[in-house]
């Protein structure tokens, strides 16, 4: 049997390494993030995934001297050619060495360009037949964005691409830094943007859809790299906001007028590219379904405007690469719909059980805790893929008290403005549910009806909006049959959904993690495969 191994890894890699094992007909047998493993967010400053290499072997039960080929989702010879530089790893078996290759079987090497590997991810993983990809992260090797005409069974042809200079990515970075929420804090800024959502909106004019073109303030110089573009990005939201920095920190930055601003700013100019690129996509391809990858895939309130058939997968960030690599030399045979559910698996129940409760896990109790407001932890089956919470990794809560929007963000140590999705396994009509796909992974924003906003205001943001998640069969049977009790009981069938950690941590992995986790922040249970398990929290509260 074939086995190929794609990676997020080498030169390239600033953030979110990480690996994916595929067969020979493209199936994923496992998919791994370096920041799982390390247990910092991003694993910033990891260039080889040897850890998430070694994760993805053990979960396929396979060996080193299985692999028959590592894909590397970077074209390592055309950055160092660009750059001037010899390869910093010297040779292939250098560079399988550092992942954790030892011989005497060693694999081949292939590198797949960036976007390419962008791309493949996204349609590969759509159960589309044919598609227009959209890549806009960043920058790849010298590009920030381009466009794909994809067809099952063909290859990826680039019809159109635009150099670093025009990355979208770039500004709102720019911008994230500016607000203090840092350089990957583009999540926080899509949530505060939403505050400016009653002001007539301000269009700064950093880029600018212009007929068939696209112009930046920045000019159309290719040779600026990412170091120079950040410093001239810095100036120009200086300028727009007046002020090198906002008046509040971050905790109160929705009660800063001019932060709210320049935060609304940065989404209009992301929600008006990116509407321009999927039009231009869909037509020089001619194809009205579209996929998106790359990191500004994740903003769930732009991809929720953009009208059509559209996908997005649950990693189109940079940890995605490993996936499109691989599937860029042994794509699905079978093509469906990509689960999200490839990682590892709790394992055994957690030592250091002092002074828990320790019960079977059931359904009527899970709901019971629920529905009297407890926040309930879930580390069941294979961890989701991405950065969004999709209940095998989550936190749990009622929705329909806004006491629980507050008492969730000072759990996970979050400022208090900032808004949280739910998850359901019907269609509760309590949004309006147009975003297809897209709530599969919550990568998709939906806008509340009258009602919803009523009865669900925990995960009712501020412009009246939410990011939802929909079960579908097999997803998460425990939660959905949770959602099916609480219904039976008289609740809306939708819970709030949140991710399983604390600041800085990236989503729980283990059973230990999750009770590690709960304990710290102060939440009532954890779930796992084989145990539910009520913290003193809980116990106090019933003597």
Known sequence: MTFVLGVNAGTGTYHDPSA?????????LAFVEEERLTRTRHA???RMPSLSVRRCLNLAAVTAGDIDVVAVGWDEPRMSSRAGQPWRFDSPRVFLTALGFRGPRWPDLHFVPHHRAHA?????????????????????EDENTSIYRARRGGPLVRVESWPQVYSVGHMYEAVSAWLGLGRHGAGRTMGLAAYDAGNVPIDPGWLVPDGDRLVCVLGSDP???????????????VAFAGMDRPTEPPASLDADPVAVRVAGAAQLTVQTVVRWLAERARSLTGIDELCIAGGVGLNCAVNGRLPGLLYVPPVPHDAGVALGAAWSLTPPTRPAIFSAYTGGYPEKRPDGLTGVIVRDVDVDSVAGLLLDGRVVGVCRGRSEAGPRALCHRSFLASPVSARMRQRMNVLKRRELWRPFGPVTNADPGLWWSSVGHLDRYMVGAARLTELGAAELPAIAHVDGTTRPQRLRDADEPFVAAVLDEIACRGHPPVLLNTSFNGPGEPLVDSAAEALDCARRLGADAVVTDTALLLLDSVKTSRR
């Open 120 to 140: 493949a991810s996204a349609f590969h993983a759509s159960g589309y037949d044919r598609a227009a990809v959209l890549v806009l992260d960043g920058n790849g």
């Open 20 to 28: 994916c094992l595929t067969d020979g007909d493209g199936a994923v």
């Open 223 to 237: 040779g600026q790299d990412y170091d120079v573009l950040k410093g001239r990005w810095h100036e120009r939201v």
């Open 44 to 46: 910033r400053g990891v």
